[in-house]
């Protein structure tokens, strides 16, 4: 009797302490990585491009371990869920959206040693949080060029998700970029307050065309715009995914993303315990945005244009569309002769550019 | 801003946003017409943004696997038959609480929807309901404009005025009022109460899934998980404004839709009113629309055994 209840604590002692050290190994060994996104990975956009870097990422970086979590809802929800995630001994957490930046940064104040990548976030400096997004406003700028040579009447239309800076940055460079072509173009933005609603942004896209639009794009996460282009017969950008099979004949460009060389080397950074927060913008060089290839409608001069501004990116100055003057939509000089925008005066950006009819001025 | 307000007063832009009002509300009338039938028996099905899901889900699948349109809107009502079945056995038969199960029900099917729908999402359709052709209008754009729509806006429309004409001109349609208003006497006269409500819930859940299956097969042709987006709530506030009769659910229906179209059309004319103002406009409409018939008409037009369950009383 008394042997074997020695036998049973030696027992319960050694899988106890066998347990506490597989644990610890696990937890020392793989670098936990959760993703959070606010709608579901199949929106064929945003969260689908984020998803693909995720998968890409958790093949390449042996040490990694990634898990996923769609459809959290920004605010209080996403803020619970991210302490759960922090509580259950995950390293890093990445908010792929820039609705989760608010909690976010509440939950990283309390859990220091838990690590936040916010994509599309504002933040400048925590100890514990970085911000990135790449300069897809050097696409933008390029795409605007095209779009202001392809409008026939001389209205681009935006169908635009919140207010946020980085949105505002792609439409100020869009439009700048159609206005160094052709001065007389105008964009209309309609903005459908959230970043996924297929059917709005459809409604949307429909009204811009009755509105006079002729090329589109979209700040929002789904395809729905060049589908209502190829149907109207209008032409149609598209940001974060080739979207040209939603509609061969509409499809000009846009901007691709592959995120997963913004993430595999900043993984590899935490893991090395060389990583210093910062706001991260990688731009043309980098391979994190890129163009995508051209529709039929892009003439040889229009390709041409494109080039040369390329070539003014990489060797001259990578963003020498926001030097001055630049007015804004009230007829406010925003920029001087000869300044330009720096890389605060970016994140901070809450005006359009001279050019936008919009009705949230 | 003056091109703005010269663009608002254009008169073909009034008839565009009243034909798009008429395509945006068309998933709604549908759903509307089912969620009368069902409530004049007696049945609040909340259940209805789920059924919606299934229809757009299913909808899309089948025509996407057997390339044909019409199939996929047979499919869809098989599939939401099946399910107002269940739906029916669960409210009626074993008397749960109608919100309760309904909540219950709609999560179940935005899961089910979303699980399934998986591998349908981001692929082209492959056959959807097109725009009639109309060359006989090519003279009048106009009239153009407002009647090149896809056939099923027409088939929502005679669904609506058949229902009504069924609703109140007919013997049956006295037995489907009985059946929310007076259930008891309409067993009296050996009508039963129980296979009436059975009916009305399983048709209503079919017309919302067929709603549902608009937008996945004409409207915005492809599936994307929770693509409803709140339209079957909105639905149960117009069967209220539309004072549960099928032929004021059109309007309830098409006024929502003017109303939604309306708020993206004033923002691309770059009307000063910020967007969050405008996105709420659609919203606002049946309030006021509520208290202004509220005012004018004291009656109650809710079916009087709404939400409860029909229990034979032995004496």
Request: glycine share 8%; net charge negative.
């Amino acid at each position: 009797m008394k042997h074997k209840f020695y036998f049973l604590l030696i027992m319960f002692v050694l899988i106890v302490l066998l347990s506490n050290i597989t644990l610890t190994v696990i937890a020392e060994e793989k670098l936990k990585v959760a993703f959070v996104y606010n709608a579901a990975v199949g929106d064929f956009g945003w969260f689908y491009g984020h998803d693909r870097a995720r998968k890409i990422t958790d093949e390449e970086l042996d040490f990694v371990e990634t898990s996923f979590l769609e459809n959290v809802t920004p605010g209080a929800v996403a803020e619970r869920v991210m302490k759960e995630l922090c509580k259950e001994g995950y390293d890093v957490i990445i908010p792929a959206s820039a609705d989760f930046e608010a909690d976010a940064l509440k939950v990283a104040e309390q859990y220091p040693n838990v690590k936040f990548l916010i994509c599309a976030g504002t933040v400048k400096k925590e100890p514990n949080v970085e911000s990135f997004f790449p300069k897809s406003t050097q696409v933008w700028y390029m795409l605007g060029q095209v779009a202001g040579k392809l409008t026939k009447t001389n209205t681009i239309g935006m169908v635009g998700a919140v207010v946020h800076p980085l949105d505002l940055q792609i439409q100020n460079a869009w439009m700048l970029g159609a206005r160094s072509v052709n001065p007389d173009v105008v964009q209309r933005i309609i903005y459908i307050n959230t970043y996924y609603d297929p059917i709005a942004e459809r409604d949307a896209a429909l009204s811009l065309i009755d509105a006079g639009a002729d090329v589109l794009a979209q700040a929002t996460n789904t395809p729905a715009h060049v589908q209502a282009a190829e149907e109207y017969g209008v032409y149609a950008m598209s940001q974060f995914e080739d979207m040209r099979h939603f509609g061969p004949n509409a499809y000009v460009s846009g901007d691709l993303f592959f995120w997963e060389k913004y993430y595999i080397p900043t993984l590899k950074a935490i893991y090395e315990n060389t990583w210093e927060p910062r706001v991260c913008t990688p731009d043309l060089t980098s391979g994190v945005v890129d163009m995508a290839e051209f529709g039929p409608m892009v003439t040889n001069e229009m390709k041409a244009m494109v080039e040369e501004s390329k070539n003014r990116m990489l060797t001259e100055d990578p963003e020498f569309f926001w030097e001055g003057p630049i007015y804004d939509v009230k007829g406010n000089l925003k920029v001087k002769e000869g300044e330009k925008l720096t890389d605060e005066e970016l994140l901070e950006m809450n005006w359009w550019v001279d050019g936008i009819i919009t009705s949230m001025r | 801003m003056k091109e703005a307000s010269k663009k608002l007063m254009d008169f073909r832009t009034i008839v565009w946003i009243i034909s798009m009002g008429m395509t945006a509300g068309t998933p709604l009338l549908f759903s509307s017409v089912g969620e009368v039938l069902s409530e004049r028996a007696g049945v609040l099905n909340i259940g209805i943004e789920g059924f919606m899901l299934m229809g757009a889900m299913t909808g899309f699948m089948v025509s996407y696997q057997t390339g044909n349109k019409w199939i996929a809107l047979l499919a869809v009502i098989g599939v939401c038959c099946i399910l107002g079945l269940i739906f029916s056995f669960v409210l009626i038969t074993l008397r749960a609480n109608q919100i309760a199960a309904g909540i219950a029900f709609t999560i179940l099917c935005a899961g089910l929807s979303t699980i399934l729908g998986k591998p349908f999402i981001g692929v082209v359709a492959r056959d959807t309901f097109k725009k009639l052709t109309l060359s006989s209008l090519d003279k009048f754009p106009l009239l153009q404009l407002l009647f090149k729509k896809d056939l099923l806006v027409f088939i929502a429309l005679a669904l609506a005025i058949i229902a009504w004409v069924f609703v109140y001109k007919t013997k049956y349609g006295l037995h489907l009022r009985a059946a929310g208003d007076d259930p008891s006497t309409l067993d009296s006269l050996g009508i039963n109460v129980i296979v009436q409500r059975y009916i009305y819930t399983t048709l209503g859940s079919i017309l919302a899934g067929i709603g549902g299956a608009y937008l996945s097969l004409a409207y915005s042709p492809s599936w994307i998980e929770g693509m409803v987006a709140g339209r079957g709530w909105i639905t149960i506030a117009i069967v209220n404004f539309a004072l549960w009769n099928p032929l004021y659910a059109i309007g309830g229906a098409y006024l929502f839709g003017i109303f939604y179209i309306l708020s993206f059309r004033l923002e691309a004319a770059g009307i000063a009113v910020p967007s969050y103002f405008l996105r709420m406009l659609p919203y606002i409409s049946p309030i006021i629309v509520l208290i202004l018939s509220k005012l004018r008409n004291k009656k109650n037009y809710m079916p009087k055994y709404l939400c409860l369950p029909y229990i034979r009383e032995v004496k």
